[in-house]
Structures are given as C-alpha cells and as structure tokens.
Nanobody
C-alpha cells in the first residue's frame, strides 16, 4: 500500500522559514515525479514545486522561485520543501503528491498518490 506521510508546517511570521517533508511508503521517490501543491479555501489546488526522476530537474511556480527549494533524499525516501522568506500569501494547506511518469508535471490530474495535507500559516 502506497502512502505519502507529511510532516512539518505550522505557524511562522512573515520572513521566516519552514520545512515540509514527504516520506513515501510503498514506492521509491527516485522513480517518481514528486510535487508540492497548496490550496486555500474556495480556490483550486495550486502547483508549487516538483522534482523529476533521473537527472532531478526542479520546477517552481513563479511566485516561489528564489524562496522555496525542493530536494529529494533518496536514502530516506523523502522529498522536502524548504520554504524561506515566507509571505502571508503563502498561507495554505500544502500537499505532496507522486506520479509514476517521473516528469514532475504541474497538472494535479497526473498524480495518483497524495499526502494528508499540512497547514502552513504565515502571519503578517
């Protein structure tokens, strides 16, 4: 059975940092595209960042470029999202997701496996 177990998140002041982790059970993250999405109430789930398999390209939505960093720890079978210089508009529930094509697409429809979600709140 495949599970993506998220940890991290919480409440931080604007300008602060948080780190999200996504630990995979039942699949190897090295073989999958793994992404982070976020969602606020009343809005669609938004792509944040993804890492591809193989040569490990990293993709970011424009609003987080230069502030967020996605990394993969193959030994721990985990994908992390380091979030720096956080802004109030980053407040959302964050989800990690995995897709078997390994391409790290920004389209949520391609992802078969999802984490449970983690609240990130940035106060002004």
């Amino acid at each position: 059975q495949v599970q993506l177990v998220q940890s991290g998140g919480g409440l931080v002041q604007a300008g602060g940092s948080l780190r999200l982790s996504c630990a995979a059970v039942g699949l190897s993250v090295i073989d999958y595209g793994v992404a982070w999405f976020r969602q606020v109430p009343g809005k669609e789930r938004e792509f944040v960042s993804a890492t591809t398999w193989g040569r490990q390209k990293s993709l970011y939505t424009d609003s987080v470029k230069g502030r967020f960093s996605i990394t993969r720890d193959n030994a721990k079978n985990t994908v992390n999202l380091q979030m720096n210089s956080l802004k109030p508009e980053d407040t959302a529930v964050y989800y990690c997701a995995a897709e078997s094509r390994g391409q790290g697409t920004a389209a949520a429809v391609w992802y078969s496996y999802w984490g449970q979600g983690t609240q990130v709140t940035v106060s002004s």
